[in-house]
């Protein structure tokens, strides 16, 4: 008989052992499951600067395609399988597109842009109704992008002042921390026809699945097949919007910490 645990994936595996923070505890349950993709994984939960993003980058194959009115990249057998998915919806008279230029890979600088938007907005909404004083905002300010992640979590768990696009969740849920990002990895994509459910079937044949919660029209390369996913330490989780149910593939925290569920390493002496 088979060991189940043998098949969990190593990568998410040593990922969850390496987490030794609140944030990376927190940024993997959100964004981990990219570490069980069959293409390549990125090295770290949050990468800390545009330098160690350009040299995991540089060391990929890569390639482009154009994705309705905007050229993606991606890493190359991802593209590949998003592009077989597309050229199957348009057998079928639908079609798959980019929901924006930046809808596939993208820079840390980019990610860095997306995040200051949404903190600077924060800083000055929860100020203007003095819920935060101006010098506490400005020390926030004055951090770079990647040591601003823990202080805003942190108000938003403690204090319950939110930065997200609508200040009523998570910034978490509207823009990845600076250097977590799967775009970073260029192995999600954003998909301008996220509500057709014939969309969701076709891209899961070809590895593709949502993974990041309520994150409706970010889908990841994962490579592996869908009744594969819980075996490799992955879970199910279901979000309902309006009338319908979306499956987002999330890292199985409880079990991939389990250590009696990590692979026994058996002693050279009792082979
Ligand atoms: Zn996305």
Same mark, same amino acid.
């Given at each position: 008989?088979? @060991?189940? @645990?043998?098949?969990? @994936?190593?990568? %998410?595996?040593?990922?969850?052992?390496?987490?030794?923070?609140?944030?990376?505890?927190?940024?993997?349950?959100?964004?981990?499951?990219?570490?069980?993709?069959?293409?390549?994984?990125?090295?770290?939960?949050?990468?800390?600067?545009?330098?160690?993003?350009?040299?995991?980058?540089?060391?990929?194959?890569?390639? $482009?395609?154009?994705?309705?009115?905007?050229?993606?990249?991606?890493?190359?057998?991802?593209?590949?399988? %998003?592009?077989?998915?597309?050229?199957?919806?348009?057998?079928?008279?639908?079609?798959?597109?980019?929901?924006?230029?930046?809808?596939?890979?993208?820079?840390?600088?980019?990610?860095?842009?997306?995040?200051?938007?949404?903190?600077?907005?924060?800083?000055?909404?929860?100020?203007? *109704?003095?819920?935060?004083?101006?010098?506490?905002?400005?020390?926030?300010?004055? *951090?770079?992008?990647?040591?601003?992640?823990?202080?805003? %979590?942190? +108000?938003?768990?403690?204090?319950?002042?939110?930065?997200?696009?609508?200040?009523? $969740?998570?910034?978490?849920?509207?823009?990845?921390?600076?250097?977590?990002?799967?775009?970073?990895?260029?192995?999600?994509?954003?998909?301008?026809?996220?509500?057709?459910?014939? +969309?969701?079937?076709?891209?899961?044949?070809?590895?593709?699945? $949502?993974?990041?919660? @309520?994150? *409706?029209?970010?889908?990841?390369?994962?490579?592996?097949? %869908?009744?594969? *996913?819980?075996?490799?330490?992955?879970? $199910?989780?279901?979000?309902?919007?309006?009338?319908? +149910?979306?499956?987002?593939?999330?890292?199985?925290?409880?079990?991939?910490?389990?250590?009696?569920?990590?692979?026994?390493?058996?002693?050279?002496?009792?082979?």
């Amino acid at each position: 008989m088979t @060991n189940p @645990n043998t098949l969990m @994936n190593s990568s %998410l595996l040593a990922i969850a052992a390496s987490i030794n923070s609140p944030v990376e505890a927190r940024l993997f349950a959100e964004y981990g499951a990219v570490f069980a993709t069959t293409a390549a994984a990125p090295p770290a939960i949050i990468f800390d600067s545009a330098d160690q993003v350009e040299e995991f980058q540089s060391s990929l194959s890569l390639g $482009r395609a154009v994705f309705g009115d905007h050229e993606i990249q991606l890493q190359a057998v991802a593209l590949r399988a %998003l592009s077989a998915a597309a050229s199957e919806i348009a057998d079928r008279g639908g079609s798959l597109t980019a929901r924006a230029a930046d809808a596939g890979g993208r820079t840390y600088t980019d990610t860095v842009r997306l995040w200051t938007r949404n903190v600077t907005r924060g800083l000055e909404h929860w100020e203007s *109704l003095d819920q935060i004083t101006p010098e506490r905002a400005q020390s926030i300010r004055e *951090l770079v992008a990647v040591e601003q992640i823990a202080p805003i %979590l942190e +108000v938003e768990e403690k204090e319950q002042l939110f930065f997200g696009t609508f200040f009523d $969740r998570s910034i978490l849920y509207s823009v990845a921390a600076p250097g977590a990002s799967q775009h970073l990895s260029m192995l999600a994509f954003d998909v301008a026809e996220y509500l057709d459910c014939e +969309v969701d079937r076709v891209l899961a044949r070809y590895g593709w699945y $949502r993974t990041v919660p @309520n994150d *409706l029209p970010h889908f990841t390369y994962l490579g592996h097949d %869908l009744g594969a *996913l819980p075996g490799i330490g992955l879970r $199910r989780i279901e979000g309902k919007h309006g009338e319908r +149910v979306y499956d987002f593939w999330t890292p199985n925290i409880d079990r991939l910490l389990d250590s009696s569920e990590r692979p026994q390493v058996i002693p050279v002496s009792s082979l």
